[in-house]
C-alpha cells in the first residue's frame, strides 16, 4: 500500500444508547445552555459549535499525523497494554469548561473515574512512544468529553444545570482516523480478559 499521511487518535467510543442519551440532553438543554452562556447583551452570546451524536467519544491519544507505514507498528504496541487493564465503569454527571472555567474553549462532561482513563492514556502513550517518528504531546492528560467548542467568550455560569447520569462499561479503546470531519475506525482493542 502506498504510504499515505493518516491523521488519528485513540479513544474510548460510546455505546450507540449512550449516544442517543447525550445527544438528547444537548438537544433539550441547548437553549438554556446558550442564553446561560450568553452575556447581559444579545450581541455578547457565546458561540457554541455542537458536536454530532456520531462524533462523540473520549479522546485517551492523540497521535496528529503519522504515516500510514507506521499503522502495523503502533497496532501491535496498542495490543501490549490490552492485557494490563479490567472493565470498568465510565459515569458522566458534571458538565465542565475545558481546560479552565477562566478561558474555556470546550463544553464538555466529567468524566468519572478520572483516574483509571488517565491510567489508561498513559499507559497507551508510553506504548506508542517506542513507535519511531511519532510525536506525542507533552501538556497533560485532562479526560474530557466533549459536547460543544466555544468559539467566542464572555462570562460562564453552568452550576444551575442539571445533568442526569450516563454510564457505560469500558472494554477496550480504538484507533480512529480522523478525515473529511468523518471519523474511521482503523482498529479495535479489547482486554484480553472480559468477563461481562
Sequence with gaps: MKNQTIRAFFAIELPENVRNEIDAFI???SNKLQSTFGG???????????????????????????????????TEKAKTITHQCKPFTIRFRQLELFPSDQKPHVLSLKPEPAELITTLALKLKTAISQVGGTTLEKRPFQPHLTLAR????????????????????????????????HYHPLAHFEWCSISN
Design 27 to 29: 438537544r433539550n438543554c
Design 40 to 74: 447581559a447583551k444579545k450581541h455578547q452570546k457565546t458561540k457554541l459549535r455542537w458536536v454530532s451524536k456520531e462524533h462523540l467519544h473520549l479522546t485517551i491519544l492523540f497521535l496528529g499525523n503519522i504515516n500510514s507505514e507506521q499503522l502495523p507498528e503502533i
Design 150 to 181: 466555544i468559539k467566542s467568550s464572555t462570562l460562564f455560569n453552568i452550576q444551575d444545570i442539571v445533568v442526569p447520569e450516563f454510564c457505560f462499561k469500558v472494554k477496550g479503546f480504538t484507533l480512529l482516523q480522523s478525515k473529511a470531519s
